[in-house]
């Protein structure tokens, strides 16, 4: 995402870059031709803003939990119906349904703990475990 204050500077920046107003004999157009380093600013400023763009979209907060996925439905030819997870992991897949404003469904199981869906996968949060706690993926028996 990109944040206010990044969104102004970089208009003032840009802002270096329109066209002069009106001249004494009525002539109108850019007169004004920036410095080097006013230039550099404006590389370094878009590439800021490539680089938060990119970062809002990435998946590195989900990988360790499809990685899982995808090896259960190699090996089953279906994904998991359940995960555990700990406290850290559970808050980043929050964390990331609520930045990317995916629909986020939570829940309760059958013994009370909390889940939380990812695609086809119930997370059970499970806050007995270490915080970075993945388990290995298993169905409902």
């Not at 995402?1 to 802002?15: A, K, N, S």
């Not at 559970?90 to 930045?99: A, G, I, P, Q, S």
Request: proline letters at 5%; hydrophobic letters at 40%.
């Amino acid at each position: 995402m990109i944040d206010r204050r990044e969104l102004l500077t970089l208009g003032g920046v840009l802002g270096g870059l329109a066209g002069g107003g009106v001249s004494a004999d009525g002539a109108t157009g850019a007169t004004a031709e920036i410095s080097d380093r006013s230039a550099q600013d404006i590389v370094s400023a878009l590439k800021a803003i490539t680089t938060a763009v990119y970062a809002a979209q990435s998946f590195d907060a989900i990988n360790p939990i499809r990685t899982r996925q995808v090896d259960y439905l190699k090996a089953n030819n279906k994904f998991p119906d359940f995960i555990d997870v700990g406290v850290d992991v559970w808050m980043t897949v929050h964390d990331w349904h609520v930045r990317l404003q995916q629909p986020l469904v939570l829940g309760r199981d059958a013994s009370g703990r909390y889940t939380m869906t990812l695609e086809f996968t119930q997370l059970v949060l499970r806050p007995d475990t270490t915080p970075n706690f993945i388990s290995p993926p298993y169905d409902a028996r």
